[in-house]
C-alpha cells in the first residue's frame, strides 16, 4: 500500500485572517515527496550571526546570516554571491549578479532577480508579501536573465496586497529557466491570486523553460503562459485540484513543445495544457 503523507498550509488574507488547510499527498507518486518547511531552509541547529551592514550589501558569501526585518529592501549588488543557510526576514533584490546561489535559505516577502545569470535556487522556502521570486529583464536586452535553476524548494503562506496580483513566480523576460521538483501552495483562493508559476511574455520573451516534477495548489489558474515561448518542456507535474479556473492556462500562442505525464492527484490526466478559449 503507498504511504501518504500530510501537507498543512496555511495563507493570510487582505483583512489579516488566516487560513489553513490539508493535503494527502501519496509518496509512491513519481513526483513526491514535495519540499516541506522541514526539508527547505536552513539546517536543523544552523547558528546564526546578524548581519547589521546597510540594506545595500556587497559582500560576496554569507553563511548562516539572519538579516534582520528593515524599512524597504536588500539590495544585492556583488556580480557573484552565495547565499547558504541564511534567513532574510524582508524581501531582497538581486541585480545584475554573473553567479547567484541562494542554497538552504529562508526569504520572507519576495525575492526580485533582475538581469542576474547562471542562478542555483535549491531547498529554500519563500512566503509572505508580493510576488515570491520576481524574474525580470526590464532594462534592454544588455545581461538579460539566463540560466535559473528552481529546485527542491517550498513556495507557501502568500499574503496579498488589495491593490495588485500574487504569484509565486513571476517570470518576465528570461532565457533558460529549470523548476523542478518544487513545491506551490496558494490556499485559499483570493482575488489576488493569479499563478503559482508565471511565464509571461515582457521584456523580449522567455525561451528554454523546463517545467518538471513539480506539485501546483491553488492560484487560479495554477500554471500559466503568456506568449510564444520557443522550448517550452512540461513533464510529470502534479495539480491538487484547488484552482480556480484551470489546472494551466497556455494563451496568445504558448504551445508546449513537449508534455507528459501531468495529472492531478486523484489520477486525472492534465493532457492537453490547453490554451484559454
Request: glycine share 8%.
Amino acid at each position: 500500500m503507498a504511504r501518504t503523507v500530510l501537507f498543512r498550509f496555511t495563507a493570510t488574507d487582505t483583512a489579516g485572517n488566516m487560513a489553513s488547510r490539508s493535503v494527502s499527498v501519496p509518496v509512491a507518486d513519481p513526483a513526491s515527496p514535495w519540499p516541506t518547511r522541514e526539508t527547505t531552509g536552513p539546517r536543523a541547529g544552523q547558528q546564526f550571526t546578524t548581519y547589521s551592514g546597510p540594506n545595500q550589501v556587497t559582500g560576496t558569501v554569507y553563511r548562516g546570516v539572519r538579516f534582520p526585518a528593515i524599512s524597504g529592501w536588500y539590495t544585492f549588488t556583488a556580480g557573484t554571491l552565495l547565499l547558504e543557510d541564511c534567513i532574510l526576514e524582508k524581501g531582497a533584490l538581486f541585480t545584475f549578479q554573473n553567479q547567484l546561489d541562494i542554497i538552504r535559505t529562508r526569504i520572507r516577502s519576495g525575492a526580485s532577480l533582475q538581469h542576474t545569470q547562471n542562478v542555483t535556487i535549491d531547498q529554500s522556502h519563500f512566503w509572505g508579501l508580493g510576488d515570491s521570486v520576481h524574474i525580470t529583464s526590464d532594462s534592454g536586452t544588455n545581461h538579460r536573465c539566463q540560466n535559473i535553476w528552481i529546485k527542491r524548494s517550498l513556495f507557501d503562506e502568500p499574503v496579498y496586497q488589495t491593490d495588485d496580483h500574487f504569484d509565486h513566480i513571476q517570470v518576465r523576460g528570461c532565457n533558460g529557466l529549470r523548476v523542478e521538483t518544487t513545491a506551490f501552495h496558494m490556499v485559499p483562493w483570493s482575488t489576488q491570486s493569479n499563478a503559482c508559476l508565471y511565464v509571461e511574455n515582457a521584456n523580449g520573451g522567455n525561451r528554454d523553460v523546463r517545467v518538471l516534477d513539480n506539485l501546483f495548489d491553488g492560484a487560479g489558474y495554477a500554471f500559466t503562459v503568456n506568449g510564444s515561448t520557443p522550448e517550452l518542456h512540461i513533464h510529470r507535474n502534479r495539480w491538487t485540484g484547488n484552482h480556480r479556473w484551470g489546472p494551466a492556462d497556455l494563451y496568445n500562442g504558448a504551445v508546449a513543445s513537449t508534455s507528459s505525464d501531468n495529472k492531478l492527484l486523484n489520477g486525472t490526466p492534465v493532457s492537453a495544457l490547453p490554451n484559454r478559449p
